[in-house]
């Protein structure tokens, strides 16, 4: 049996290259079992640049595939040039954009990641600096201005989640830990948090899954047992239900999923 040869992905972009990365990744989940090497090349300005790329290519190994998005009609255009087969996110949908908008694309590098709207900018610093500040109950004197406050097990995915809550949708997030004395028998929801009710959601897993997490990070611990876990995630399975909190399955979810999720559940 012959083995085939890893194949390459270029990601090639005048800005960040981000939203090159994002969509090759993308793309190429739909390829169960495929590894291809990597290889992202942001802030590419000339043509000089580009060809450079090219020459790189040229002596590489095959398959390879360019992914690019380029801004400028210029790199756009030499994109005819390279060795390789080309996904030209731009050029592919710009054109039928400015027919269906009626007005020419002004080609400008950088907008899609750059600070572009200042006022959405400072909201996502603001939020993210919020998010910091109230990670585990570290602050709770003004939790109140939190749009959504996540509550779960250690490691459940609280705060990855609220921080790309922050980051991509600039979303003021906080999460609180419950404590065994926030889970034993008729203990009412912490006082901080009443106020909150409309803004309050659980994150619940599955106790193998939790336990798998946390073996990880903290290895044959208690804290990592799966006796542990279970007793854990039982006791904030009834707590939400006691205090009728809404929960989230997290156990199958990316961070990505899990956020998406909530935003949909406080819509």
């Known amino acids: 049996m012959v083995e085939l040869t890893r194949p390459q992905v270029y990601l090639l972009s005048d800005g ?3 939203t090159a990365e994002t969509l090759g990744r993308t793309l190429l989940t739909q390829f169960d079992g495929l590894q291809p090497g990597w290889h992202l090349r942001p802030f590419v300005r000339s043509q000089e640049h580009l060809e450079d790329i090219f020459e790189r290519i040229r002596s590489g190994p095959l398959p390879a595939l360019v992914v690019a998005t380029f801004a400028d009609a210029g790199l756009r255009a030499q994109l005819k040039e390279c060795p390789v087969p080309v996904l030209d996110i731009f050029s592919d949908h710009l054109d039928q954009l400015e ?3 009626g007005r020419t694309a002004e080609s400008v590098s950088g907008r899609a990641h750059g600070i572009g709207d200042v006022a959405r900018y400072d909201r996502r610093i603001e939020a993210l600096n919020f998010t910091l500040a ?5 602050a ?3 939790i109140g201005h939190a749009e959504v406050v996540l509550l779960g097990a250690s ?3 609280k705060t990855p989640t609220c921080l790309y809550l922050a980051m991509n949708y600039g979303m003021f997030a906080a999460n609180y830990p419950l404590i065994p004395e926030d889970l034993t028998g008729e203990t009412r929801l912490p006082s901080v948090l009443r106020g909150l009710r409309g803004r309050l959601l659980g994150l619940v897993i599955s106790p193998k899954r939790l336990a798998h997490i946390r073996e990880a990070r903290r290895p044959d611990s208690r804290y990592a047992s799966l006796a542990q876990c279970r007793e854990e995630c039982l006791a904030i399975d009834e707590f939400l239900y006691r205090e009728r909190i809404p929960r989230l399955e997290v156990t199958h979810l990316s961070v990505e999923e899990i956020a998406s999720r909530v935003r949909a559940q406080l819509a």
Do not use: A, E, P
């Open 140 to 142: 709770t004197g003004d």
């Open 155 to 157: 490691r459940s995915g």
């Open 16 to 18: 960040t290259g981000i």
């Open 134 to 138: 109230h990670d585990d109950g570290l």
């Open 99 to 101: 027919q269906v908008f």
